[in-house]
């Protein structure tokens, strides 16, 4: 850091970024990150530093996104613990909400996590309801998480993996060989969608030459080689501008211990070379490079990816542009955004356990709760709501038909009824209906009445009873006459079906009468036919 410089190619994680990029505000040097950090590093807080992929609001967003085009209500989520994961499961968590999802339970693995915390982790994850995994870690942890799921029998049907990034990485860096063993059949991954060029099969080429092939490498390989040459344009652009490289004397703080301030020179021509790197404006292996005015990358967007019969098979993309569809993105750019859901495609999954059929995506979990219904005694309308007989027991109309209900249901549904109310006097029912509302019953079965105000807080089944209600109010007394059946219309619409039926009249007459021997038209008698 003594040394002066001009831009500095970035970090693998946040957290140092976090740092770092405090560090490049002061000395005004550009700080380019070419791999998937969080979205919270934004150009507002840190105006020296610059995102060289999408970020993970991409990533998490292309998530929630295929979640709910699976139809899935509820996620479990296994994260590394560190800011970029910690800040990425937030936005996970809000982009599921927009789509009406939700992040039900995340457990973090801690970086040096012994397999029994892994472990652990994951026991709790089958514990819980949800059968969708979204595993959003280092590839170091990720594969551990991977390994631990087999060994526990949770790669199996029934279950949903989702991977992010990091397997793709892991496949594309060191090949099939590294997860063959693990035998990934059905899990879902992503990678970031790169245009296939000739420019990028020649630097492939290149690249398997000079390494001997034994060296792999994945897109974020090409997103640094893109960021060297970002920066190399922009330099040039800055010396054709006739700029010089200078540095003055940071003075805002004297050396403290061990890190030596004073020694930091500012880069006088800094703010020059971040615009021209924001104006960036050149195709690279990874495609078209530019920035959005918010710089963000543009066109930010992922493959999508089955393992089968280990075997990685694109089963479509995400964009941003256009959400999930078979069509590779840079064919969508041209025509107007489309996200509504009947316009999101993807070609068909083998899931986990070698099926087609879509898994349920929830299991009802041996140590979960058992639904709490709420069940209203009063005193009045024993048989037609509820009766407590003496013991604890609850019988009834309302109880006979959820019961039956139940029993259509096609797995187990663990219950328990908590009366409410005191048996004498008639409860609140608004109350008990409140209470489901806020959690504190999961369902309540009894004569409750479905009114408006009702219907906004909780989902009614359709009514099953007729509550014998009605309501009475005084009518006119009309005289019943001779012209009782006009009644149905007014005046007004008697007088238009009249003057019709006459025109109409006038019309068959004239042409039975030969007056339309005088026109030009379909014969006589067809016409005829047709006007009555
Ligand atoms: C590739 O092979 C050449 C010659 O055998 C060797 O000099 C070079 O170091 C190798 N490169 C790598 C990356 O292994
Ligand atoms: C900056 O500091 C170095 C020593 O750290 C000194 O030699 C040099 O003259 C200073 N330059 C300016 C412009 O103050
Ligand atoms: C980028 O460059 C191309 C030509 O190389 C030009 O057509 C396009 O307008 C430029 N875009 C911007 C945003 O400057
Ligand atoms: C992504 O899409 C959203 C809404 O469709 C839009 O507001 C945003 O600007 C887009 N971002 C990029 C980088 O294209
Ligand atoms: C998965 O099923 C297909 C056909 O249903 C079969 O050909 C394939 O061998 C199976 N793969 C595994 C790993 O069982
Ligand atoms: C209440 O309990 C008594 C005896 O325990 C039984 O005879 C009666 O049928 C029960 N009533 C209902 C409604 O089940």
């Given at each position: 850091m003594e040394i002066n410089m001009v831009a500095v190619i970035g970090p693998f994680s946040s957290r140092i970024a976090h740092v770092l990029s405090n560090l490049a505000n002061e000395v005004h040097v550009p700080f380019l990150s070419f791999f998937a950090l969080d979205p919270t590093l934004s150009p507002l807080q840190y105006p020296y530093f610059i995102q060289t992929a999408p970020n993970d609001l991409y990533l998490m967003t292309a998530i929630a996104e295929m979640i709910s085009y699976f139809g899935y209500r509820e996620v479990t989520a296994i994260y590394t613990d560190g800011d970029q994961f910690r800040n990425s499961m937030y936005i996970l968590s809000s982009k599921l909400w927009e789509k009406?999802?939700?992040?039900?339970y995340k457990t973090p693995v801690l970086d040096s996590s012994s397999p029994q915390c892994i472990n652990n982790a994951l026991v709790n994850v089958r514990s819980k309801e949800s059968r969708v995994v979204v595993v959003h870690t280092y590839p170091k942890e990720g594969l551990l998480v991977l390994k631990a799921a087999k060994r526990l029998g949770m790669i199996k049907k029934g279950y949903v993996w989702i991977a992010t990034t990091w397997l793709t990485n892991v496949l594309d860096t060191t090949g099939f060989s590294t997860i063959s063993a693990l035998d990934l059949q059905g899990v879902l991954t992503l990678r970031p969608h790169i245009l296939d060029s000739d420019k990028r099969q020649d630097f492939e080429r290149r690249w398997k030459i000079l390494s001997n092939g034994s060296i792999g490498f994945n897109t974020y390989c090409l997103y640094a080689y893109d960021t060297v040459w970002m920066i190399a344009h922009a330099l040039d652009k800055f010396f054709n501008e006739g700029s010089k490289i200078s540095f003055s004397n940071y003075t805002r703080v004297k050396g403290t211990k061990g890190l030596n301030l004073a020694a930091l020179g500012i880069f006088d021509g800094g703010k020059r070379l971040l615009t021209n790197l924001v104006k960036t404006n050149m195709t690279g292996l990874t495609g078209p490079l530019r920035f959005n005015p918010d710089r963000s990358v543009i066109h930010p967007s992922f493959d999508i990816i089955n393992m089968v019969g280990g075997q990685s098979w694109l089963l479509g993309y995400w964009s941003n542009?256009?959400?999930?569809?078979?069509?590779?993105p840079e064919t969508l750019y041209a025509k107007p955004s489309n996200r509504f859901s009947s316009n999101q495609h993807l070609r068909s999954v083998v899931w986990?356990?070698?099926?087609?059929?879509?898994?349920?995506?929830w299991e009802f979990s041996n140590n979960g709760k058992p639904l709490r219904i709420g069940v209203p005694v009063s005193a009045s309308f024993k048989e037609v709501g509820i009766q407590v007989n003496g013991s604890n027991e609850i019988h009834g109309f309302s109880i006979d038909v959820f019961l039956a209900a139940r029993k259509l249901i096609p797995y187990p549904v663990p219950y328990e009824f908590v009366i409410f109310g005191d048996g004498h006097t008639k409860p609140s029912y608004t109350e008990l209906v409140n209470k489901v509302a806020h959690n504190v019953f999961d369902v309540a079965v009894g004569d409750i009445s479905i009114i408006a105000n009702r219907t906004k807080v909780v989902d009614f089944t359709q009514?099953?009873?007729?509550?014998?209600l009605v309501v009475v109010v005084p009518i006119k007394k009309l005289d019943s006459s001779a012209?009782?059946?006009?009644?149905?219309?007014?005046p007004q619409l008697w007088i238009v079906t009249t003057v019709f039926f006459v025109i109409v009249g006038i019309v068959v007459w004239m042409l039975e009468h030969?007056?339309?021997?005088k026109f030009r038209g379909p014969p006589k008698q067809q016409l005829v036919t047709i006007l009555w």
């Open positions: 009406r999802c939700k992040l039900s542009h256009s959400g999930l569809s078979v069509q590779p986990p356990g070698n099926t087609t059929e879509k898994p349920r995506g009514p099953y009873i007729e509550s014998g012209w009782v059946f006009l009644r149905p219309f007014t030969g007056w339309n021997d």
